[in-house]
Structure formats: structure tokens, C-alpha cells
């Protein structure tokens, strides 16, 4: 069950940018519920090469405050801990790692764009490069895995996280961001019982997630 809480004062709605038809929408859904099939070196490749495109652009104009609201949010009312380890899968160019410094204990950021690595700022935590389809960390490591904006892949997400971790799901564009999924199909797609809390922040939402 996700139980839904009140928006926060700071809710804006987003500006029309990604709507059903968005190709990243289709490629974040199979991802999320075909597995393996749908994701393969190309694919990879691909989205790699996307991104990496974009890293300038993106360093200056997506690590912002009102892309930080939901993040922040979710810290203060999403029950999770902020001790331990929390790993940031997809972190691009540190929008994440910025929301969180001073806040966590110890962070992990991975990025399968290199150029998107090398933008965000290496003080904050250390940057692996890697494929979030095969994640290069022990079984139960984290503590929490933040994800925002990012490509769910359920299986390696529950593999690292530990059994009572959190998983926090963000879009900073609600159901305008390209990389979209509603907290219900997150927990539909992971595999296993889940069950937590999901709010409205700035132009867009969190949900944190556990299993039940
Ligand atoms: C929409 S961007 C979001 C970046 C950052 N989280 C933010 O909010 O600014 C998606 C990020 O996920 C990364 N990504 C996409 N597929 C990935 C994969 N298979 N493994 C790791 N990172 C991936 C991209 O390189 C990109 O940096």
C-alpha cells in the first residue's frame, strides 16, 4: 500500500515537457517490467550517448532548487534514514548528491554517462561509472538507493538495497518528466511486497519505498 500525504507548501505545477508519448516513456516501462529483453549493449549505448551529449547543459541547467524540493521533501517527511549508506543510481551531473550533502551520512553516486560523471562535483561523493543493469556492489549494501529521473531496473535496485532499506522514487517533473513512473507501477515492477508514502513537492513528487 502507498499512502498518499498532503502536498508540500512549495507545489508548482510543471510546464507541459513530456507527455505519454515521450519515446523515453516506453523505454522507462520496458525496462522496468520486460527485464533483461529490454535493455541490451546497444540500447546502452545509446542512452550513454544521449546523455553524455547533454552533460554541459545539464550541469548548468538541471541542478537547481526547485528540481532539489521533491528530494529535500522526501528526507524530511519520507521516514528514512540518514544514517548508513544511501547509493544515488543515475546521479548525472550531482543534482541529487547537492540535495543530500550534509544531510546523509556516507554516499555512492553511479552514472552509466561518463561526461555526466565528470560534471557533477567530485567532492561531494565518490562517482562510479557503470550500467545500472548490473551494478558493480555487494548484495544488501545500502542503506537507501535514490533515484530521480532515472530508469528503474527493479532486480538489481532490490538486489543491493538491504531488506529494510528505503528506496526513494523521484520525478522533479511529476508526470511530465520523461523518465516517468507513478509510485504505484514502481512498486508493481519491483519484485516482492512494497509498501510506503508519496507526496507533491515543487514541480513534482516522491514516493519512498520499503518492503512490507
Ligand atoms: C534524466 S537523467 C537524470 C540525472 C540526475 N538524476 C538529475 O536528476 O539531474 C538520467 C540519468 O540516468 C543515467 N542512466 C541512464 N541509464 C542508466 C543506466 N543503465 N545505468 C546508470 N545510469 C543510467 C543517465 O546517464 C543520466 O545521467
Redesign the pocket.
Known sequence: MITQLPDADDVVAPEPFAGPDHPMRKVTRQVAFDGGAA?DGQR?DK??GL?NGMAEG?SAG??DEV?AMPVVDALRRGGTQLDGEWL??????G??ATALDGQVEQLVC????AE?LAHAPAELAPRVH????RLPFADNRFDAVL?????L?PDEVARVLRPDGHLVWVN?LGDQT??HLPPADVVEALPGSWSGLTANSGSGFWATLTRA
Open positions: 535493455w546502452a542512452v550513454a546523455f545539464w538541471h541542478v528540481r544515488e543510481i543515475g546521479s548525472g551531473t543534482a541529487g553511479c552514472d552509466l554517462a555526466m557503470t550500467d545500472a543493469s533515484m530521480i529521473n532515472m530508469l531496473f522533479t520523461p523518465i
